[in-house]
């Protein structure tokens, strides 16, 4: 059987952030001279081979790329899920500044590019060593706040918050999306803690409070944020609320639209898949990996 463009050219790591649990991490590296260094930052309960077409071709416009799967998702689980002790904050705080520095330590002194969907543009702050970062571009990214939900995710959020989710896990002592055909399968804690968040109009920020807050106004660097008309969950309300809490980044925002590529559609995933996109690609996302 040929293999895929994103199954020939990545190296497989296994690597230990210091939570008990090894991480899976992909390493795309050019094959010729290298203009820098991509770390790709998915959205919530998206395995990391989702994102192997995009990070194959940054590889070969000369960006050492790398992908990971949070603890408890795709090849970083190992054993059952209910077991896994992890959630968002320690996805951020420790999982996400230990890849950083895999990176760094792969790339020398390349600059490196934060490339983040959804969940991965709103913990962006947490990481602590983000300093690493030359620019974040972060697609589909939002608040995640009920409220800002494009329906008709916001119609049924209610019972998708406060009936599903907590009777889910108290049954089978994690989240079962694939077999509810909501979200993904997650670990209990990331569950529990995205659901205070997505309850809390301040999102994050109202639910874990002023370290967070702080964290956000650290973040100095450039930071674009690229939002899709057909996105089916996130409204632009909510991309421009996040948006307003990287209050002391320079900040720039580019709203799109499929008509504009000659796409029928984007949505809040198709941004990342294959082959048809490499245009969008180019004229969107390469511009702004630029030193």
């Known amino acids: 059987m040929n293999k895929t463009r994103s199954e020939s050219v990545f190296h497989s790591h296994?690597?230990?952030?210091?939570?008990?649990?090894?991480?899976?991490?992909?390493?795309?590296?050019?094959?010729?001279?290298?203009?820098?260094?991509?770390?790709?930052?998915?959205?919530?309960?998206?395995?990391?081979?989702?994102?192997?077409?995009?990070?194959?071709?940054l590889a070969e416009q000369g960006y050492l790329t790398v992908t990971f799967d949070f603890g408890g998702i795709g090849e970083s689980l190992d054993g059952p899920l209910k077991s896994v002790q992890t959630d968002v904050l320690t996805w951020g705080r420790v999982e996400c500044p230990a890849v950083l520095d895999f990176l760094h330590?792969?790339?020398?002194?390349?600059?490196?590019?934060?490339?983040?969907?959804?969940?991965?543009?709103?913990?962006?702050?947490?990481?602590?060593?983000?300093q690493l970062v030359k620019r974040m571009v972060a697609v589909a990214t939002g608040s995640g706040y009920w409220g800002y939900y494009n329906p008709p995710l916001r119609y049924y959020s209610w019972w998708l918050w406060h009936v599903l989710v907590p009777l889910a896990v108290r049954l089978t002592g994690y989240f079962p999306g694939k077999r509810l055909r909501k979200l993904s399968d997650l670990p209990a804690g990331v569950i529990r803690q995205w659901r205070s968040w997505c309850l809390d109009p301040e999102y994050l920020i109202g639910a874990e409070g002023s370290a967070v807050a702080a964290a956000y106004?650290?973040?100095?660097?450039?930071?674009?944020?690229?939002?899709?008309?057909?996105?089916?969950?996130?409204?632009?309300?909510?991309?421009?609320?996040?948006?307003?809490?990287?209050?002391?980044?320079?900040?720039?925002?580019?709203?799109?639209?499929?008509?504009?590529?000659?796409?029928?559609?984007?949505?809040?995933?198709?941004?990342?898949?294959?082959?048809?996109?490499?245009?969008?690609?180019?004229?969107?996302?390469?511009?702004?990996?630029?030193?």
């Open 105 to 130: 330590q792969q790339a020398g002194d390349l600059p490196l590019f934060w490339l983040a969907h959804s969940l991965g543009g709103q913990i962006f702050p947490l990481a602590g060593n983000q």
């Open 217 to 291: 106004r650290s973040v100095s660097q450039p930071v674009t944020f690229i939002s899709l008309s057909d996105d089916e969950y996130l409204s632009r309300r909510s991309t421009e609320k996040l948006l307003a809490c990287y209050s002391n980044a320079a900040v720039s925002h580019r709203h799109i639209t499929p008509v504009e590529f000659d796409l029928q559609a984007i949505g809040h995933f198709g941004f990342f898949k294959a082959a048809e996109n490499e245009r969008l690609w180019r004229a969107v996302l390469l511009p702004e990996l630029q030193v």
């Open 14 to 57: 296994r690597l230990d952030a210091g939570t008990g649990q090894l991480l899976s991490v992909r390493l795309y590296r050019p094959a010729d001279r290298m203009r820098g260094g991509v770390l790709m930052v998915g959205a919530m309960g998206v395995p990391q081979r989702f994102y192997g077409a995009l990070a194959a071709w």
